[in-house]
Nanobody, 125 residues
């Protein structure tokens, strides 16, 4: 059974940092692209970042460019999202998602078939 498990969320002050992890079980991530999404209360789920199977191609939402960095360690079967200079508007449940291929719209949630359960990130003083 394909499973993704996110971890690393928590409460952090504005300007702080967190690193989220997305670990796979039941399959190897080598052949899967990964997207990070987030959903704040009362808002739609939005794409945050994307990484290709090799890690050579990455995309970011405009709202996180320059602050977030996506990376992957296929040997550890894990993808990471390093989040720096966090803002209160980054508060949301963060999800990772995987699929063998996504189209041009990496930020569309319906492009991905396997999802994690989410991890809460709260940015507040």
């Amino acid at each position: 059974q394909l499973q993704l498990v996110e971890s690393g969320g928590g409460l952090v002050q504005p300007g702080g940092s967190l690193r989220l992890s997305c670990a796979a079980s039941g399959f190897t991530l080598d052949n899967y692209v990964i997207g990070w999404f987030r959903q704040a209360p009362g808002k739609e789920r939005e794409g945050v970042s994307y990484i290709s199977t090799t890690g050579r191609t990455t995309f970011y939402a405009d709202s996180v460019k320059g602050r977030f960095t996506i990376s992957r360690d296929n040997a550890k079967n894990t993808v990471y999202l390093q989040m720096n200079s966090l803002k209160p508007e980054d508060t949301a449940v963060y999800y990772c998602a995987a699929d063998t291929f996504v189209g041009r719209r990496w930020d569309r949630s319906d492009e991905y078939r396997t999802w994690g359960q989410g991890t809460q990130v709260t940015v507040s003083s």
